[in-house]
């Protein structure tokens, strides 16, 4: 049983691409994460004020505010939660900016799964930790 | 090796190529008719067929396995050297599994199994 099964993290996952949000969220349903979806930065904010996850995925652009912004907004309210960012291809630079601002680590669009999936489990494994 | 790539839908094959933002890509070899590694999903920033075509040159995609897809881009994959199994309408499973043996044909519909259930 992988980690993620067994204690049910929950997830928060932050994109503008609404096809990208619905197929990333029903997708890592079916691999056994509690997962909320919101399509633009204030509302990530709000929801993770509401209900605090075990990990947000944030993407970098979006419409109101973008990425960095909320995880500079995130790090300050909620110093512990760790963040992943997702950029698109050759954003490279803005990728390690978010983990210079205190992001768990990033990841490249188009999205392996897999790879997520094991940097959510590493995340909430640092955050458990802590 | 072979390298095989399913624009998907769910748990089926998707009806269009241009559409798809889900993608299986599994790497075979076809003189044993074997994976040679778990199939790897991969979610795209959104549907677009040019960026499908660009993905599957760049990783070396030797097959493609879809529903519906134009002309064009069907003419630039073969031109490209890509054998396409188009106007397959299947579990995306069922017809990698028969791709992977040597088995799937252009415009085969694969009824579903009974007691098929989601794949993760």
Redesign the interface.
């Known amino acids: 049983m992988k980690l993620h099964e067994k204690e049910h993290i929950r997830v928060l996952i932050a994109d503008d ?1 609404v ?2 949000l619905e ?2 969220g ?2 890592m349903k ?2 056994g994460f509690e997962v909320t979806t919101v399509n633009s930065g204030g509302a990530a904010i709000q929801a993770v004020k509401q209900d605090t996850p075990d990990v947000v995925v944030l993407d970098l652009k979006m419409p109101d505010l973008n990425g960095l912004e909320v995880l500079a907004k995130l790090k300050e309210d909620f110093p512990a939660l760790e963040v992943i960012i997702l950029t ?1 291809q050759g954003s490279f630079e803005a990728g390690k900016e978010g983990m210079e601002k205190g992001a768990f680590d990033y990841i490249m ?6 790879q997520l999936i094991g940097k959510i489990e590493e995340a909430y494994a640092k955050a458990k930790a802590a | 090796m072979e390298k095989l790539l399913i624009p998907v839908q769910g748990d089926f094959v998707a009806q269009r190529f241009d559409l798809a933002t889900e993608i299986i890509i599994a790497e075979f070899d076809k003189n044993i008719g074997k994976l040679t590694s778990e199939p790897k999903t991969i979610i795209m920033e959104r549907a677009s067929d040019d960026e499908l075509c660009q993905m599957i040159v760049d990783l070396n995609i030797t097959d493609v396995i879809c529903g519906g897809i134009e002309e064009l881009h069907y003419n630039f994959l073969t031109w490209k050297k890509v054998t396409v199994y188009d106007s397959i309408i299947a579990n995306w499973q069922t017809a990698m599994e028969k791709a992977v043996d040597g088995t799937l044909q252009s415009g085969e519909i694969i009824p579903l199994a009974k007691g098929g259930q989601l794949d993760t």
């Not at chain 1, 669009?109 to 897999?114: A, E, F, G, I, T």
């Open positions: 691409e096809e990208f197929t990333l029903t997708r079916l691999r698109g669009k188009p999205v392996d799964l897999n």
